[in-house]
């Protein structure tokens, strides 16, 4: 089985779009097979922009980790005005986030990377869905090493699920961050992650 973040140009494309309305703006996302939620936008990110967008500071630099087709960047650089860059391993996300931008009129910088390796700024925001499949190791590098990339008042917002070991991942970012249970639903947590203490 192919997974949404291998780079397999042998998995045929079936370009489709798919229309998204959140707090009453309208999106168009072209997806495609080999990129993760291709036939809507997924429960656990849709919470997630919906609860960081209630409650968040707009600050102006966010970087949106794992950006798949782009949607969480998209949405808060088209609704909020923040500045926004765009990162994944997996070259069909990058190039449908490159579309989904001009598609919606939005011009954030997308590029690749693995996990930080390419990240040279800092940011007020780092937001998420992590990889649960691309293993443990990426999914809790992604969310432990955030707070390098994080100005010192930055915030790191993710979405993670409670079958999926939501609270034992709490439990292990405490050792970094300052760590706030925003919204919790169906089963999918969001949470806010602040004050950098340590590296
Ligand atoms: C759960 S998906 C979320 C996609 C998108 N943000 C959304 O919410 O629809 C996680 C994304 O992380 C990407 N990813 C997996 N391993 C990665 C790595 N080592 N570095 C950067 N991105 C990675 C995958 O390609 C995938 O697009």
Redesign the pocket.
């Given at each position: 089985m192919e997974h949404?973040?291998t780079n397999n140009e042998n998995i045929k494309s079936n370009l489709r779009s798919i229309d998204y309305t959140v707090k009453n703006t309208s999106f168009v996302f072209y997806t495609d097979n080999g990129?993760?939620?291709k036939f809507n936008?997924?429960y656990?990110?849709n919470l997630?922009i919906n609860t960081y967008l209630d409650n968040c500071k707009k600050t102006e630099e966010v970087l949106?980790?794992?950006?798949?087709?782009?949607?969480?960047?998209i949405v808060i650089s088209k609704i909020n005005g923040q500045k926004v860059e765009q990162?994944?391993?997996?070259k069909r996300?990058l190039h449908l986030t490159e579309m989904n931008n001009k598609e919606n009129k939005t011009n954030n910088k997308v590029y690749e990377?693995?996990?930080y390796?390419n990240i040279t700024s800092i940011y007020d925001v780092i937001i998420?869905?992590?990889?649960?499949?691309?293993g443990k190791k990426?999914y809790m590098?992604?969310l432990k090493e955030a707070h390098k990339h994080l100005k010192p008042d930055g915030e790191l917002w993710f979405?993670a699920r409670k079958d999926q070991g939501a609270k034992t991942i709490e439990k292990e970012l405490r050792e970094k961050y300052n760590i706030n249970l925003i919204k919790k639903q169906r089963g999918y947590y969001i949470y806010k992650a602040d004050f950098a203490l340590t590296n």
């Open positions: 949404y973040f990129v993760f939620s936008v997924d656990g990110t997630l949106d980790v794992g950006c798949g087709y782009g949607v969480i960047g990162i994944d391993i997996n996300a990377s693995n996990i390796e998420t869905n992590p990889p649960i499949r691309a990426v590098t992604i979405v």
